[in-house]
Each structure stands twice: as C-alpha cells, then as structure tokens.
C-alpha cells in the first residue's frame, strides 16, 4: 500500500551543521508531498510542500525538492539552530482520489545542541 | 491564522469511563481529522469528516466514534475507554486545496 519511509532518529547536530533527513515514499500516482514539523508541547505545522514533480518546497531555511525518479522528498537546510529543534515528519496526500487523506512518516527527531 | 483548539491538553480517565475529546475550528473548513500519534507510529488517522453530520473511516477507528453537528465542531468519542488508547490525539482541519492545520493535541492517560 501507500506509505512514507523517514530516517530514524534521533538526529542530533550542533549550531550551524547541515541538516538532511531522508524521506522516500510509495504511491501510485502523483502525490503531493509535505513536511510538517512539530515544536514540543505543540501540534503539528506546516513546514513546505511540493505538489509536482521537480517542484521545491522551501520555508525558514529548509528545503526539499520532489524528486519522482527516486520516489524522494528529503528535507535539507544549510545551517540548523538550536530553535529548530523538533520532530519532523513527512507527509504525501492525494492518492486514488483520496485528496484530503494524509499518510505520515514516523518523524524524526532533530536535536540541535549549542 | 487559522485556529484550531482542542478542548483539554490533558486528559486522565478510567477504563470503561465514556471519552469526549472535542475539537474547534474558526476557518469554516469544510474537512475535519481526528489522529493519534503513538512513538515509532508517526500519526494514524481514526476518523475524518468533510461535511456536517458526514464521518468516514480512517486507518484504525475501532473503539472510537465521531460527531460532526456543527461545522466548527468535530468530536472524538471513546465508547468505552481502555488502556490501549492511551495516547496524544491531534486534530486538524483543511479548507479546499489548502493543507491541514493541527490543533495543540490532547496528551489522554487511561488508568
């Protein structure tokens, strides 16, 4: 069936480390693709999202880029802070008509140490 | 911003006690999810609504039902609360060709 894959965490980085957490997915299809994050003690925010292939989703310095040939959506920013700290998950959605449907990875978590 | 408050952040109930967790929206979105974030699991869709008194089934909805009387307003119900539905439930609401907003999540024990 549909599913997302993510790297296993925890990730932990210090200031200023590039950051890249992996994401594949399986679909049949054209999904969009979304990061979300989630800051402790909250809910869930929208990071970026990519609807077509090729596409870059990019926000606060994180990007990642649809990449259909290898099923990929891997998160990347060029230099994390401890603010970034959080669980991240990826998401597709709009699978056999199920537009509204999100499928989540099992997040990640990103602890950036000073 | 959208909104989108859930009535307590935490919740301690006995097994067999009867559960409402309720959810709010301020958008006049259309769709509302009920999800539960168990570690290693990511989020799993329970139940989902695009419309008033519309529900359908997500990924896991045994021992859960939903109420949806108003559009704002989407309700989680645990019929008969047991300890494996411990949990933190998220809920999110999605106007047309927007992405899904969460609200804060309720962190549930069931003693």
């Known amino acids: 069936g549909d599913s997302v894959t993510q790297m296993e965490g925890p990730v932990t980085l210090s200031e200023e480390a590039f950051l890249t957490i992996n994401c594949t997915y399986t679909?049949?299809?054209?999904?969009?693709l979304f990061w979300y994050v989630q800051y402790p003690g909250e809910g869930l925010q929208l990071l970026l999202k990519a609807t077509k292939a090729d596409d870059k989703g990019s926000n606060k310095g994180f990007e990642a880029t649809y990449r259909k040939e290898t099923t990929s959506f891997h998160l990347e920013k060029g230099s994390v802070q401890v603010s970034d700290s959080a669980v991240y998950f990826c998401a597709l959605s709009g699978i056999r008509g199920a537009t509204n449907k999100l499928i989540f990875g099992t997040g990640t978590l990103l602890a950036v140490q000073p | 911003d959208v909104k989108v408050t859930q009535s307590s952040r935490y919740l301690v109930k006995r097994t067999g006690e009867k559960v409402f967790l309720e959810c709010v929206q301020d958008?006049?979105?259309?769709?509302m999810f009920w999800y539960r974030q168990d570690p290693g699991l990511g989020l799993r869709l329970i139940y989902f609504?695009?419309?008033?008194?519309?529900?359908e089934k997500g990924d896991i909805p045994e021992g859960y039902s939903v109420s949806r009387e108003k559009k704002e307003r989407f309700s989680l119900i645990l019929e008969s609360a047991s300890t494996n539905q411990t949990s933190m439930y998220l809920c999110a609401s999605q106007g047309v060709n927007q992405p899904q907003h969460f609200g804060d999540g309720t962190r549930l024990s069931i003693l």
């Open positions: 679909a049949t299809g054209y999904p969009s």
């Open positions: 609504s695009y419309d008033v008194k519309m529900k």
């Open positions: 958008m006049d979105h259309e769709n």
